[in-house]
């Protein structure tokens, strides 16, 4: 009698444990779960900047990255990303070729850890528009620091 409870419990606990797997991968993943092609876009923001020449979304956007993704985006490939969210303006100058690939900041860091003291909207040497909410830590991202 113990012996088929146990059974009939371990197969009850089985197929609830794949009911919430599978519950998870159809709520976190769009890949599993086709919505109309409408649905999900019209939610979804813009992005805000082009991406020819920044295909890589999670060098920017990862958990660590300069403008991360929200948690619930965890998993999802980079090709998922322009199913929802519609590629942004035409560039006004060509892109980095990567993180890191851009100029060099023209002053050293020790002293100039706050970007936005000098470089923020209504800064000295205001930074481009599609630069608007980074945080400081963004700018090294792109943005080596100079030896100077």
Known sequence: MRE???????AVTGALILLAAVVFAVVQSPEVWELSAGTAASQAQEVSHPIEGRE?????HGPQGV????????GWSTASCTRCHAPGPAPSAPPP???????????????YESCGDCH?????FP????????SDRGCTACHPASGT
Do not use: N, Q
């Open 4 to 10: 088929l409870y146990s059974r009939h419990l371990a």
């Open 56 to 60: 890589r979304c999670g060098a920017c």
């Open 67 to 74: 403008k991360p993704y929200p948690v619930r985006h965890l």
């Open 97 to 111: 070729a990567s993180p890191g690939a851009a100029a060099p900041l023209p002053h050293p860091l020790e002293g």
């Open 120 to 124: 923020g909207p209504e800064g000295v």
């Open 127 to 134: 930074f481009p528009d599609d630069h608007r909410g980074f």
